[in-house]
């Protein structure tokens, strides 16, 4: 069974632009949650996504959104990029709904804000 | 708020030898403890998840505890190897049903030297 992909891996922008990350998750996994890694804040939370529903949020400004498509697959969109969202965002597929089901994570896509 | 501490935050032992690694959290009302491993600019990798049930999980060489009454995870790897090498996340999942948050620790780095 395939793992979770992301796309792309590498993302170059400047400030002021936007981007929009994919996630495809596992097959049959229907809960696809994003995650922010940088050196400084370690590992936070942005927003799980079940049944194409935003069900939790974690404490990121509204440029951060997502959407979840009928055959799962997710979209991370940032907007007005700045500096500080420079790192790499990860997403991780459960077969249900809750972060208290065992979280499978993708490789990242590492974004780099110039 | 919960918090997720991981000490030491990097580790040198030779190869062969058996270690410990030691996670704590703040709040003892989790579903559950998983931990991670994540090598160099790499996505996460699931080693072991203890639900809040359970005292302890085994997987091959690695052995992983919970006691939830003090706070306290431990990851035991037995007969260290130099694939071992990478940066060991716990994470804790907690919070009211919709609004359960994954906190994670900041990792030890974990280094096996030939």
């Known amino acids: 069974k395939a793992g979770v992909t992301q796309t792309p891996r590498y993302l170059i922008k400047t400030r002021g632009q936007q981007v929009t990350l994919s996630c495809s998750p596992i097959?049959?996994?229907?809960?696809v949650s994003w995650y922010q890694q940088t050196p400084g804040q370690g590992l936070q939370f942005l927003f799980e996504?079940?049944?194409?529903?935003?069900?939790n949020k974690g404490n990121f400004p509204g440029r951060f959104s997502g959407r979840q498509f009928s055959n799962s697959r997710s979209e991370m969109n940032v907007s007005t990029l700045e500096l500080g969202d420079s790192a790499l965002y990860l997403c991780?597929?459960?077969?249900?709904?809750?972060?208290?089901?065992?979280?499978?994570f993708g490789p990242g896509t590492r974004l780099t804000v110039l | 708020k919960q918090e997720v501490t991981q000490i030491p935050a990097a580790l040198s032992v030779p190869e062969g030898e058996n270690l410990v690694l030691n996670c704590s959290f703040t709040?003892?009302?989790?579903?559950?403890l998983q931990w991670f491993r994540q090598d160099p600019g790499k996505g996460l990798t699931s080693l072991l998840l203890?639900?809040?049930?359970?005292r302890e999980q085994t997987s091959g060489r690695l052995n992983a505890s919970l006691d939830k009454s003090s706070g306290r995870s431990t990851l035991y790897i037995a007969a260290s190897q130099p694939g071992d090498s990478a940066t060991y996340l716990c994470?804790?999942?907690?919070?009211?049903?919709?609004?359960?948050?994954?906190?994670f620790g900041t990792g030890t780095r974990l280094t096996i030297i030939p």
């Open positions: 991780a597929s459960s077969p249900r709904q809750g972060l208290s089901n065992e979280q499978f």
């Open positions: 097959s049959g996994h229907r809960s």
């Open positions: 996504y079940f049944s194409e529903t935003q069900r």
């Open positions: 709040d003892s009302a989790i579903y559950n």
């Open positions: 203890i639900q809040s049930s359970q």
């Open positions: 994470a804790v999942m907690s919070g009211n049903f919709g609004n359960e948050k994954l906190t």
